[in-house]
Structures are given as C-alpha cells and as structure tokens.
C-alpha cells in the first residue's frame, strides 16, 4: 500500500483547508515498525539510473521536525539497524517526481517482510521486461543503420 493507504489503514485523518493539509491521530503510525520497497526505471529510459531503488527494508515511521523533515509529508522513515537502533539516513514516503500540489510517487508500505519481498520482485520482474522491451528496440534500430550502410557501398 501507499502512504496514503497506509494513514487510512492506520485510522489517521487527513484534513485539508484550502491549500493547508494537516493529519489527526498521527500517533497511530509514529513509532510503527514496517517494511518498505520500491523499485521504478526511469522514464526517460530503462537504461538510466532508476528513479528509486529501495530493497525490502525494516524501518521505523518518524515525525517529522526541525532537523529531519521531508516535504509533502508529515512523516518519514528511518531504517532500523540490526542492533534495533535507527539509522540516521532519513527515507522520505514520495520520490522526487512531484511538483507543487502533486506530491509524487509514496513507496510501498507493508506490515509483513513476505508481502514487501512480494511487491519488490514484481517491480523487478517489470523493470526487467522495461529493459528487454528497449534492448529490442536498440537491437531494431542498429540493424536498419546497418543495413542503410551496406546499402550506399559502392561496387567497382
């Protein structure tokens, strides 16, 4: 689920005046412990760097404050280390897409590692047909210039 399903599925209450969004009961997500992934090519080609590249990972949902906040979000994430401490890293809920009101794409939340390992290869499995899909359509295209040199050798 997003971000959004998650506060929903948490009994958290977004309210929106005008341009000004706030969030009732968020104390029923702070300090929960989920997993998170996410894993998108670019859209400007498979062969880039993708937009987001985050593994199954354990973490804990932070408030924001003064000294760790993202935007478009009243929360972040900070991964749980193996000894049960929090990483510093701060992993904000929405990618770097969004603009003005559109806050971006959330990573994906779940309360299991099963469901989290699930999402994350179904995501692979479409980014790896992603960069067959172009692989073919390299293929294609450096085929046809070289048959259009072949083409213009003169014979004598």
């Known amino acids: 689920m997003d971000l959004q399903e998650y506060f929903k599925h948490c009994g958290v209450i977004k309210v929106t005046k005008g341009f000004d969004t706030t969030y009732e009961k ?3 997500v702070v ?5 998170i ?3 998108r090519n670019s859209e400007k080609g498979a062969d880039l760097k993708p937009i987001r590249n985050i593994k199954p990972t354990l973490v804990q949902v932070c408030r924001n404050d003064e000294k760790n906040s993202v935007y478009y979000s009243p929360v972040h994430f900070r991964e749980v280390k193996k000894n049960g401490k929090l990483n510093s890293r701060v992993i904000a809920p929405y990618d770097n897409t969004g603009y003005r009101a559109f806050s971006g794409t959330s ?7 099963e469901e989290c390992i699930q ?3 179904r ?3 479409i980014a790896i047909n992603d960069v067959m899909k172009q692989s073919a359509s390299y293929a294609r295209h450096f085929e046809n210039k070289l048959q259009d040199l072949r ?3 003169i014979e004598g």
């Open 26 to 28: 968020l104390e029923n």
């Open 151 to 153: 083409s213009m050798i």
């Open 119 to 121: 999402c994350f290869n």
């Open 37 to 39: 992934c996410d894993y």
């Open 31 to 35: 300090g929960n412990q989920v997993w």
């Open 107 to 113: 990573l994906n939340i779940f309360d299991t590692q």
């Open 123 to 125: 995501q692979l499995g």
